[in-house]
């Protein structure tokens, strides 16, 4: 047999999605479209049964699942293909902006609740998540934040939250703004745009 031990659905979790049986029913059925023999079990374990010597088509079945977890997990923080490297934007930039700092990738913090998040930035003993505005994408992190603000696994960090507003349209912009304003009711939020244009003024003041 081949399982993760619902390591896929707790990492949902560890994303501030929320788990519950309609969670693990949307995953069922995107896994039962592929007509795999890949099984989703109540607490969202995946597993598999398989011959040893049908091991290699059955791994490749059960890998290609993974992808269908990471694309629902998109769907559900509003990520699309497009902007899903926002991380990693965000990075090249804050290192354009604190060259001497050290960065780590995935921190992970664990919240009041005894769960652990990951968030996709540490900066010297700050910790970035980097967003879209959407609601999904505001929810997790909102959730996310509630949980391990008033840890004490956060030890004196502060919690900055990058929201992206590089789309050139207005709604765009202005849903942003309204996101930012709901995410500073517990950490602080920054407009995407903000640390662009104080990237500039640093290269702009070097030549």
């Known amino acids: 047999m081949i ?11 560890t994303q501030g ?9 949307a ?10 023999n890949v099984c989703v079990e109540e607490d969202g374990e995946l597993y598999m049964l398989t011959q040893e010597s049908d091991l290699p088509y059955a791994i490749s079945d059960y890998l290609s699942v993974f992808s269908i977890i990471k694309n629902y997990e998109y769907q559900q923080l509003g990520i699309s293909d497009e902007i899903n490297n926002l991380a990693q934007d965000v990075e090249n930039y804050l290192r354009l902006l604190k060259p001497q700092s050290i960065f780590s990738r995935e921190p ?5 609740s005894g769960h652990k998040y990951k968030f996709d930035l540490a900066v010297d003993n700050q910790l970035f998540l980097a ?26 960090r502060t919690i900055i939250v990058v ?24 950490a602080s939020a920054v407009p995407f745009t903000n640390l662009i ?10 030549h």
């Open 3 to 13: 399982t993760d031990d619902a390591d896929s659905i707790f990492h949902l979790h």
């Open 131 to 156: 967003i879209q505005p959407t609601p999904q994408a505001v929810g997790a992190a909102m959730r996310k934040i509630g949980d391990v603000v008033s840890s004490s696994d956060l030890d004196n």
């Open 17 to 25: 999605l929320p788990v519950t049986k309609s969670t693990v029913n």
């Open 197 to 206: 244009e104080q990237a500039e003024k640093i290269t702009q003041a070097a």
């Open 108 to 112: 992970k913090v664990q919240g009041i």
């Open 163 to 186: 929201v992206d507003d590089r789309n050139s349209q207005d709604l765009f912009k202005q849903k942003a703004e309204e996101e930012i304003q709901i995410i500073s009711a517990l």
């Open 27 to 36: 995953l069922r059925d995107r896994v039962n479209f592929t007509h795999s």
